[in-house]
């Protein structure tokens, strides 16, 4: 197993090993969720996560339709994992959050109409201007 968690500790997602499914996310809500240029999520099965601790819910309408579900934690703000409308059964856990790298790179880059022009994303030639 291997775990990501917040900037405290006190919520964290324990996963199976690395996700078969990475996705760089550049859309302006990603890019404000994180603070960064684009953000990246390692998707699983929800059957295989295991989240303890408590967590905060911000929820939008996704730009392809259905809601988008951020859970954070309370105490220190880090945002650990969320949930899609679109992707039913799966949650996608922040790659940051992952205390060792070893998530592979990510097989998607989407919303490629709002990168940055500096920031660069190998993505396996699976390049989208808009969502997945």
């Known amino acids: 197993m291997i775990e990501a968690r917040c900037s405290c500790g006190a919520l964290t997602v324990q996963a199976p090993g690395p996700s078969r ?3 760089a996310c550049h ?7 994180t603070g960064a ?10 059957e295989e996560l295991r ?5 905060r819910e911000f929820a ?3 730009a392809t339709g259905g809601m988008v579900r951020t859970r954070f934690c309370p105490d220190c703000g880090s945002s650990v ?22 998530q592979p790179r ?21 390049h989208r201007q808009g969502g997945a």
């Open 21 to 23: 499914l990475v996705v």
């Open 51 to 55: 989240i303890a601790g408590a967590a």
């Open 60 to 62: 939008r309408e996704g």
């Open 81 to 102: 994992y969320w949930t899609a409308d679109r992707a039913p059964g799966f949650v996608a856990v922040a790659v940051g959050c992952f205390a060792e790298a070893g």
């Open 106 to 126: 990510p097989a998607r880059s989407v919303w490629e109409q709002a990168r940055h022009g500096w920031v660069q994303v190998d993505a396996d030639g699976h």
């Open 27 to 33: 859309c302006t809500e990603c890019q404000r969720r």
């Open 37 to 46: 240029p684009f953000g990246a999520g390692a998707f699983y099965p929800a």
